[in-house]
């Protein structure tokens, strides 16, 4: 049974940083994607960034490819996401998802599996 729990959210000032966390279960790294996406309130779901199973490459959207970065941790069902210069605009839950696949993540039209999301407030 695949579980994903995400952590690491919280109220932070504008111009800092934050690590989250997701802790992934029932999944084989090499052989799924794991993402992260984030949502505001009354607007779609958007990808924030992914990594690819086996070759951990990486994929950013545009409005955070600059100031993140996607990585495993040495338990590789863990993975993170470090975002820095944080905006009043990154406030949002953010939530961890992954699916089985092995092409590049950025090719995934769907992820199946989500966590429960974990919020990031950016003060101004």
């Known amino acids: 049974q695949v579980h994903l729990v995400e952590s690491g959210g919280g109220l932070v000032q504008g111009g800092g940083s934050l690590r989250l966390s997701c802790a992934a279960s029932g999944i084989d790294p090499d052989w799924h994607a794991i993402a992260w996406f984030r949502q505001v309130a009354g607007k779609e779901r958007e990808l924030v960034a992914c990594?690819?199973?086996?070759?951990?490459?990486?994929h950013y959207a545009d409005a955070v490819k600059d100031r993140s970065t996607i990585s495993r941790g040495d338990h590789r069902n863990t993975v993170y996401l470090q975002m820095n210069s944080l905006k009043v605009e990154d406030t949002a839950v953010y939530y961890c998802?992954?699916?089985?696949?092995?092409?590049?993540?950025?090719?995934?039209?769907?992820?199946?599996?989500w966590g429960q999301g974990t919020r990031v407030t950016v003060a101004s």
């Open positions: 990594i690819t199973g086996g070759d951990n490459s990486t």
């Open positions: 998802a992954t699916v089985q696949w092995t092409l590049s993540c950025a090719l995934v039209r769907e992820y199946v599996y």
